[in-house]
T-cell receptor, first 112, second 112 residues
Framework: KAGVTQTPRYLIKTRGQQVTLSCSPI?????VSWYQQTPGQGLQFLFE???????NKGNFPGRFSGRQFSNSRSEMNVSTLELGDSALYLC???????????FGPGTRLLVL | SQQGEEDPQALSIQEGENATMNCSYK?????LQWYRQNSGRGLVHLIL?????REKHSGRLRVTLDTSKKSSSLLITASRAADTASYFC????????????FGQGTELSVKP
C-alpha cells in the first residue's frame, strides 16, 4: 500500500497570505490527524477528522481550519499567515481513531 | 501543550551499545506510541503499546509501560549508526480518540 502523501512538500508564503495543505491517507484509513512541528513548541496536535467530521481540535487560533472529504482525503487551511506559522505540518492517518497513526513526509511552510 | 517528558534529551553512544529512552506522562491513556524522526522528516512509527500491556518487542526494540508510574521506556539493543535520529513518545489520552500528545523527544547519536 502507498503511504500517506502530502502536497506540496515545500511552500514559501508572505505574511497575510493564506495557504492550503493537502493530505491523502493510506487506502482504507478513515481517520486523519494534523500536527504542527516547530523547534520551539515541538509537535502539537491541530485537528482530527473521522468520517468527514472534526472529532478533536487542538489549541490553535481560528485561522487554522480543516476538512475531510468523502474519500478520506483531508485539507488544512491557514489564513492570514503570521511569521510564527512557519513550521513542518504533518498529517497522519489511521484505520480507526485509536489505532497506530502513520505519518506523511510533511509540508514545510516558510512565512516571510 | 505537551504531556510527555522524555529523558534524556540527548544521548550519545557507540555502535553495538544499548540505548534506553524514557517517557513520562500525566493522564490516563488508551495507548502510547513511539516514533522515530530523521532530520526533520516525517515520523516513522516504531511500536504501539496499549494501556493493558506491560511490554512489547519488535526486532531490536523493546518497549515497557508502567501505568501506575505513568511512564514508558524504549530500549534499542545493539545500536547501529543508522539508528541516529530523534525519538518521540506520544500518548493517546482516554476518550480523546486520535489526538496524540507528544513528548519533546530524545536525540540519539550512534557513533560508528
Amino acid at each position: 500500500k502507498a503511504g500517506v502523501t502530502q502536497t506540496p512538500r515545500y511552500l514559501i508564503k508572505t505574511r497575510g497570505q493564506q495557504v492550503t495543505l493537502s493530505c491523502s491517507p493510506i487506502s482504507g484509513h478513515r481517520s486523519v490527524s494534523w500536527y504542527q512541528q516547530t523547534p520551539g513548541q515541538g509537535l502539537q496536535f491541530l485537528f482530527e477528522y473521522f468520517s468527514e467530521t472534526q472529532r478533536n481540535k487542538g489549541n490553535f487560533p481560528g485561522r487554522f481550519s480543516g476538512r475531510q472529504f468523502s474519500n478520506s482525503r483531508s485539507e488544512m487551511n491557514v489564513s492570514t499567515l503570521e511569521l510564527g506559522d512557519s513550521a513542518l505540518y504533518l498529517c497522519a492517518s489511521s484505520f480507526s481513531r485509536e489505532e497506530t497513526q502513520y505519518f506523511g513526509p510533511g509540508t514545510r511552510l516558510l512565512v516571510l | 501543550s505537551q504531556q510527555g517528558e522524555e529523558d534524556p534529551q540527548a544521548l550519545s553512544i557507540q555502535e553495538g551499545e544499548n540505548a534506553t529512552m524514557n517517557c513520562s506522562y500525566k493522564t490516563s491513556i488508551n495507548n502510547l506510541q513511539w516514533y522515530r524522526q530523521n532530520s526533520g522528516r516525517g515520523l516513522v512509527h516504531l511500536i504501539l503499546i496499549r494501556s493493558n500491556e506491560r511490554e512489547k518487542h519488535s526486532g531490536r526494540l523493546r518497549v515497557t509501560l508502567d501505568t501506575s508510574k505513568k511512564s514508558s521506556s524504549l530500549l534499542i539493543t545493539a545500536s547501529r549508526a543508522a539508528d541516529t535520529a530523534s525519538y518521540f513518545c506520544a500518548t493517546a489520552e482516554r476518550n480523546q480518540g486520535g489526538k496524540l500528545i507528544f513528548g519533546q523527544g530524545t536525540e540519539l547519536s550512534v557513533k560508528p
